[in-house]
């Protein structure tokens, strides 16, 4: 199985400071089909489920804001919030989709300093 | 608009089973896969499984072979989840979640609102 592995397991930003979430794969889940990395990001707020935010590893997501962009390649990821905002507190989530089991990381929790 | 809606919450005794249906909507039901989610309180988020609507065939993770099934019928365009023998840790939120590549090997992009499974005596 692909182990995902984030850091940090939390942080504290300031209003409009950028956010930065890091993202490690066990293996590579670049797909050589499409030479596109099988690396996803969900926000989850509490009592909601996860919100789908990017795929491909830095495609966004059809209404999701431009301040979050993804990237990285291979095995090593990152998720940026590039000016947070107050309703970014939430807990975010990569996740390997290059196939079974899909394998999630064990998520970082983002508040507001 | 892609809906995915899932039946409601259930408390179950500890080596009994628990059913949860889950209904697409906005979209051609036998055209894309569907995983199943859960996330113990407070805990991050485990694959169960993936079931293709068209075909029936699954895939669901090691831990749960044997005691997890996910059926479909197409005549009510309609995914089933059924866990047994449960347990106490079994407590949970179950998601139904949509694959966003028709050839099953997606994203998650669209959740169903979860099904609560509290498992106690």
């Known amino acids: 199985d692909i182990v995902m592995t984030q850091s940090p397991d939390s942080l504290a930003v300031s209003l409009g400071e950028r956010a930065t979430i890091n993202c490690k794969s066990s293996r590579s889940v670049l797909y050589s089909f499409n030479n596109k990395n099988s690396l996803a990001w969900y926000q989850q707020k509490p009592g909601q489920p996860p919100r789908l935010l990017i795929y491909w590893a830095s495609t966004r997501e059809s209404g999701v804001p431009d301040r979050f962009s993804g990237n990285g390649s291979t095995t090593d990821f990152t998720l940026t919030i590039s000016s947070l905002q107050a309703e970014d507190v939430a807990v975010y989530y990569c996740q390997q989709h290059y196939g079974t089991p899909r394998t999630f990381g064990q998520g970082t929790k983002v508040e507001i300093k | 608009q892609v809906r995915l809606v899932q039946s409601g919450a259930e408390v179950k005794k500890p080596g009994a089973s628990v059913n949860v249906s889950c209904k697409p909507s906005?979209?051609?039901?036998?055209?894309?896969?569907i995983h199943w989610v859960r996330q113990a309180p407070g805990q991050g988020l485990e694959w169960l499984g993936i079931i293709n609507p068209s075909s029936g065939a699954t895939n669901d993770a090691r831990e749960f072979r044997g005691r997890f099934t996910m059926t479909t019928d197409t005549s009510t365009s309609t995914v089933y989840m059924e866990l047994s023998s449960l347990r106490s840790d079994d407590t949970a939120v179950y998601y139904c979640?949509?694959?966003?590549?028709?050839?099953?090997?997606?994203?998650?992009?669209?959740w169903g609102q979860g099904t609560l499974v509290t498992v106690s005596s």
């Open positions: 979640v949509r694959d966003g590549e028709i050839t099953g090997l997606g994203w998650f992009d669209t």
């Open positions: 906005g979209y051609t039901f036998t055209r894309y896969y």
